[in-house]
DNA sequence: ACAGGCAGTCAACTTTTTCTGACTAATTGA
DNA sequence: TCAATTAGTCAGAAAAAGTTGACTGCCTGT
């Protein structure tokens, strides 16, 4: 996705938008928000995703710190993703977007 | 972007995400959002946008009925296209995305 | 020891999106 | 009459995003 340096473009909710796009980014975050998310359980769960697919999301919304990335030290040691503060600053935009669209 | 039928995924916010995902259209929206706007003035406000992905986010927009396309019969004959009820409804999510971007 | 789940990565291919440049067609000002 | 402006369209190329399938490496249960 290239950003970083990107100039803006002067339109700062862009930023917030192109972070939520994406053919899955929209589903992934919707899971997270109900409960932490496992790359397993995603790929179960979205239908005709990849692999890749969900890596590279889940990849880009932890580098956007929508998500964070969770080592979990219990008996089986799995990994879980989880809203992050500024993840969670997005639920209330994306609960009126459900309610416009809906 | 071959939209109507798509099966929905589960997740309504995902539709009124991708209406305003794409290259320009965040940018096209704000400016409609300020005033009506127009073809070839988007094309010069916009540096780097191409009169194609001008024209089809414009005829997207249109068909989402996020904006409406206007013949404004005046001395010189031009078109303009102003936010929809639809799209005015987007205006406050907008702005708070602009918010959290900031 | 082996199978299966978890969490990925990689290369090759396809699909979708965007850009480039040429072209159309009506109107207007010099 | 000629050039410019407005509002596009079209084909082809390039870039970005997504899919497929193979493969890795760790851990756990049998």
Request: net charge positive; aromatic share 4%; with cysteine.
């Amino acid at each position: 996705m290239e950003n970083g340096s990107e100039a803006q473009s002067q339109c700062p909710a862009e930023s917030l938008l192109k972070q939520l796009s994406g053919k899955w980014k929209p589903q992934i975050f919707r899971s997270a928000l109900k409960q932490p998310v496992r790359f397993n359980a995603l790929l179960r769960e979205l239908e005709g995703a990849s692999k890749q697919a969900i890596a590279s999301a889940l990849k880009e919304m932890e580098e956007q710190d929508l998500i964070r990335k969770t080592i979990i030290n219990e008996k089986p040691l799995h990994i879980e993703y989880t809203l992050s503060e500024k993840g969670r600053s997005v639920i209330p935009i994306f609960k009126q977007l459900e309610n416009l669209a809906g």
